[in-house]
């Protein structure tokens, strides 16, 4: 069972930056679609950045565009970034990795296309 494991949560000041990481392990033939998912507390899990399985097409939530940035460190999209700057207390949350080996980029904001999910990574925002 592939499992992705995120990295880099941590406790930022607000108007800082982070760079979470996602590094799914194991060997694939094909790419990945990779997505960015938040869940804060008493909240739901919502999307926030996606990448396609060609890397050549990223998507992102309303709240994080023009802050967020999410990139690939290689073609099958096994290590994926997250650099998030200008953070404020909204963008508190437990941030989830999520994959899949589907190249279709229909409903790639929705939980249900991703296959594979990490555990986690805290990222706090504090004043």
């Known amino acids: 069972q592939v499992q992705p494991v995120e990295s880099g949560g941590e406790l930022v000041q607000t108007g800082g930056s982070l760079r979470l990481t996602c590094t799914i392990p194991g060997r694939t033939f094909e790419p990945y679609t990779v997505g960015w998912f938040r869940q804060a507390p008493g909240k739901e899990r919502q999307f926030v950045s996606a990448i396609s399985s060609t890397g050549r097409n990223l998507f992102y939530a309303d709240s994080v565009k023009g802050r967020f940035t999410i990139s690939s460190a290689n073609t099958k999209n096994t290590v994926i970034y997250l650099q998030m700057s200008i953070l404020d207390a909204e963008d508190t949350a437990l941030y989830y990795c999520?994959?899949?080996?589907?190249?279709?980029?229909?409903?790639?904001?929705?939980?249900?296309?991703?296959?594979?999910w990490g555990q986690g990574t805290q990222v706090t925002v504090v004043s």
């Open positions: 999520a994959a899949t080996l589907s190249r279709s980029m229909s409903d790639i904001r929705s939980e249900l296309k991703y296959d594979y």
